[in-house]
């Protein structure tokens, strides 16, 4: 029952949280420059045309009752039509989610398991050649941005090595085999990007509970060192490891608008950055709330699995 109750507090205050956010995507999406209706009709629109276009839209209508429209449309799942595609706003986000979130989940399925793996052997090694080599590699992977990444992989693999595609205008939903070759870039950049953070973040978890008396206790036991690392050590260095992953994923979230940007990959991020250069306010609005509620939804799944593993969370 406290994790009922538990789970049940996080969800009232996911709820309250994204009622926030909408209100703030809703408020900055008001003050970007440009005018829809000039967007829409073009500069040489007339003005009588241009405030008929606005009535129509009802941009002329007060914010409040604008945002109480949009926000009680979009629980009962009318999202309005883009003013970009002609079309409806739902299936369009959802069709580039679905396709965004394929490319992280290969992303993380890759970088989590290899992140772990190397964060063990760093604090296994500690202070030596192999530590400081992956030390240096994910310092050097954390501190660029990811369309530095992206970029420098379109130059080696697609144009110097040409081994692979520069862009990723493959249909994923056509299969691995087919669509394969051009995800292998944009995947790639991903995985380097959370890599490198998860990774140290890993290696520091290791180095604080091998030093913790339990850890040396089962050393003075005569324990095989593989069986206290992987048994004592890493068992509970997961714990916090599981945040670590949560926050990735949101890293993930972010990195995908530009990984999507710059290898043209037809996915949420790039909808929302041509949404906003095209001033489709319904998409913007959507797309936004979509990914702040990814988001969310990545910390409330963190927060339950740690709630489950350490009771002591729930109170």
């Known amino acids: 029952m406290p994790l009922l109750r538990f789970v049940g507090r996080r969800l009232a205050l996911l709820g ?16 970007l420059p440009g005018d829809v209706a000039t967007m829409i009709l ?13 009535q129509t839209l009802g941009l002329t209508r007060p914010a409040l009752l ?57 604090a296994w090694y500690r202070h030596r050649f192999v530590d400081h080599t992956i030390g240096t590699a994910t310092l050097i992977a954390v501190s660029l941005p990811e ?25 994923p939903r056509a299969g691995l085999l087919k669509a394969g070759p ?23 978890n290791m180095i604080e509970i091998m030093e913790r008396p339990f850890v040396r206790a089962a050393r003075l036991r005569g324990l095989r060192p593989r069986r ?15 945040g670590i992953v949560a926050l990735n994923i949101g890293f993930a979230i972010g990195g995908l608008v530009v990984v999507e940007t710059v290898f043209a990959y037809p996915g949420l991020g790039r909808l929302l950055v041509d949404s906003i250069n095209h001033r489709d306010v ?3 609005q959507m797309a936004a709330m979509v990914v702040a509620a990814a988001y969310a939804l990545a910390n409330l799944a963190a927060d339950i699995a740690y709630a489950y593993l350490d009771p002591r ?3």
């Open 182 to 204: 051009s995800l292998v870039l944009p995947v790639l950049t991903l995985v380097l990007v959370s890599l490198a953070h998860m990774t140290r973040m890993t290696r520091a």
């Open 16 to 31: 309250v949280v994204l009622l926030l956010v909408s209100a703030l995507i809703f408020g900055v999406v008001q003050i």
């Open 282 to 284: 319904p998409v913007i």
């Open 313 to 315: 969370i729930r109170y």
């Open 147 to 171: 369309f530095v990444t992206g970029t420098a992989m379109i130059l080696l693999f697609a144009f110097r090595l040409r081994l692979l595609p520069p862009s990723s205008l493959v249909d």
């Open 66 to 122: 604008r945002y109480l429209d949009w926000i009680t449309g979009a629980l009962r799942g009318d999202w309005g039509t883009s003013l970009l595609y002609r079309v409806p706003v739902r299936p369009l986000v959802l069709d580039r989610l679905s396709r965004s979130a394929f490319l992280a989940v290969i992303a993380l399925a890759v970088a989590v398991p290899l992140a772990i793996a190397l964060g063990v052997v760093s």
């Open 228 to 242: 206290v690392l992987l048994a004592h050590a890493l068992r509970n260095a997961m714990l916090p490891t599981i």
């Open 42 to 54: 073009g500069t040489y629109a007339t003005p009588g045309d241009l405030a008929a276009l606005r």
